[in-house]
């Protein structure tokens, strides 16, 4: 009877082990919003679509998507001309846990975001740098397809896409909007004081203190911007954290579409 009963433990134990060992193993979640990522350049742009051509011109690889490509640069230059180019980043990321998250992109100009096949973001267009963003749902914890497809028309080109748990904090290093020059300080020079206090006049019971040095006046921010070619009201607005409806009161536009370059806009009250 006691032989009967090891026997059926020991049976048992080898079930649990053998489970255990044909059960799938999922990778382990990396640290970071990151993914595994072939990037393919294009030195020309489609209408859209889940499909990226088999004849890319440049290929790489990314485990993440911020890039930013000033006006006249290019991802590979040399082989992918500055403007007019597109591209697409065909792979795998892994989501810790099930749910709903959302995709949060910044792009100029047009961009689309496909997680496990289905579309989760659609803003092909030509635009300036604009934010989006869309929900899709991870039913498990895993590794699912993510694809970015990207293109660049005129001027600077921004391709920035991040995720994360619906209503939760997301990893963002876009290197959009560069960060301008450090202000430099201003060089006061020093002042001129006398070596010593002047003579005092009889009665000399109240002598004068020394004169204390001011501080330097603290540099002023500028409430004027310069349009630039290829800005946009909505890009401008965002730079200075403002509202596009602040810009066209503050400078009498009707219309947002019509500003160009050399015109002088107020960006403060």
């Not at 990893?171 to 004081?193: F, G, I, N, S």
């Not at 002023?220 to 403002?242: E, H, K, M």
Request: aromatic residues 16%; hydrophobic residues 35%; contains cysteine.
């Amino acid at each position: 009877m006691y032989r009967r009963a090891i026997v059926s433990l020991t049976l048992a134990a080898l079930a649990l082990l053998t489970a255990f060992a044909l059960a799938p193993q999922t990778n382990a979640a990396p640290t970071t919003q990151t993914g595994n990522f072939q990037t393919r350049y294009y030195n020309y742009y489609d209408a859209g679509g889940m499909y990226c051509p088999d004849n890319p011109s440049f290929v790489t690889a990314d485990s993440e998507i911020f890039k930013y490509w000033p006006e006249g640069s290019s991802p590979a230059p040399g082989v992918i001309g500055p403007t007019n180019y597109m591209g697409c980043w065909n792979g795998t990321v892994f989501f810790p846990t099930a749910g709903t998250y959302t995709v949060y992109t910044l792009n100029d100009d047009g961009m689309n975001v496909w997680v496990n096949g289905a579309i989760a973001m659609n803003a092909w267009y030509n635009q300036g740098p604009t934010w989006h963003q869309g929900d899709f749902t991870i039913p498990a914890p895993g590794w699912y397809p993510f694809m970015v497809k990207y293109y660049n028309a005129p001027n600077a080109g921004v391709a920035c896409v991040s995720w994360a748990l619906k209503g939760q904090p997301y990893t963002w290093k876009c290197p959009y909007p560069p960060a301008p020059p450090p202000v430099q300080p201003t060089v006061v020079p020093p002042p001129l004081w006398p070596t010593a206090l002047p003579p005092c006049q009889w009665p000399c019971n109240n002598p004068q203190p020394w004169p204390q040095p001011q501080p330097p006046p603290q540099p002023q921010p500028s409430c004027w911007y310069v349009v630039r070619y290829g800005d946009t009201l909505t890009n401008i607005a965002w730079r200075f954290g403002v509202t596009v409806w602040q810009l066209m009161q503050w400078n009498n536009i009707s219309n947002p579409n019509l500003i160009y370059a050399g015109m002088v806009l107020r960006v403060c009250p």
